[in-house]
């Protein structure tokens, strides 16, 4: 079966701070996509970046990277110079094909929240 | 281009009602699916639209259903509430759907939440 893990259920940092938000996760498939969600206090999900199994390049926008490792099942996410509107709940997602079709299973979400 | 939006933002229940939401997608988008949040059991997958066809479906009971229109949109409708039905509930629209669209990325729209007395 299918399962994310991100084991940090809530950080607080301070302004300016570096943060990683963990995440693992497990699977037979060999193709399969990863994604990170933001979930601010309004509640929509935003999107942040996808990932699939075949690329394992690292990346880069801005303050935010990704450390993909498919030797430890893991899609780690930092932050770089916290600022206090990164404050939300970020999930970690796994898509692959089941028997049904298609599906996310996402993670139970790591509350952020970065302090003045 | 506008966002996943969906209506009603925010509804109260007693329980036994049954109460119908509604979510546009993004203009273009053919794959609608819907999320059910609550605090102990984080995001749950209800079940997916693609063209008026329901492709896949969670773990839920059938008092939990759906439907696609022509335009995309869809409606989710919860019959015979129960306290525990009491969540935010997310939909999500995405551009093609096909099974082999793996990548095929969910955008979300702002949730509805729905509170049973």
């Known amino acids: 079966a299918q399962k994310v893990t991100q084991a940090q259920t809530e950080i607080s940092v301070v302004e300016k701070e570096d943060v990683t938000l963990d995440c693992v996760y497990e699977t037979r498939d060999t193709t399969y996509y990863l994604f990170w969600y933001k979930q601010p206090p309004s509640g929509e999900l935003v999107f942040l970046i996808r990932?699939?199994?075949?690329?394992?390049q690292n990346e880069i926008s801005g303050r935010y990277s990704w450390n993909f490792q498919k030797s430890t099942s893991s899609f780690n996410f930092t932050i770089t110079a916290s600022q206090v509107v990164d404050s939300a709940v970020y999930f970690c997602?796994?898509?692959?094909?089941?028997?049904?079709?298609?599906?996310?299973?996402f993670g139970p979400g790591t509350r952020l929240s970065v302090l003045p | 281009k506008a966002g996943v939006t969906q209506t009603p933002r925010y509804l109260i229940k007693t329980r036994g009602q049954q109460v119908t939401l509604s979510c546009s997608p993004i203009s273009g988008h053919r794959s609608v699916s819907w999320y059910q949040q609550t605090p102990g059991q984080g995001l749950q997958f209800l079940f997916e639209?693609?063209?008026?066809?329901?492709?896949n479906k969670g773990n839920f009971p059938g008092r939990f259903s759906g439907r696609q229109f022509s335009n995309s949109r869809s409606e989710m409708n919860v019959s015979t509430l129960e306290l525990g039905d009491s969540a935010l509930y997310l939909c999500?629209?995405?551009?093609?759907?096909?099974?082999?669209?793996?990548?095929?990325?969910?955008?979300f729209g702002p949730g509805t939440r729905l509170t049973v007395l």
């Open positions: 639209y693609f063209s008026e066809t329901q492709r």
């Open positions: 990932r699939n199994s075949f690329d394992e």
């Open positions: 997602a796994l898509r692959k094909r089941d028997n049904y079709g298609q599906n996310f299973v």
């Open positions: 999500a629209s995405s551009l093609q759907g096909r099974s082999g669209m793996l990548g095929d990325t969910q955008y």
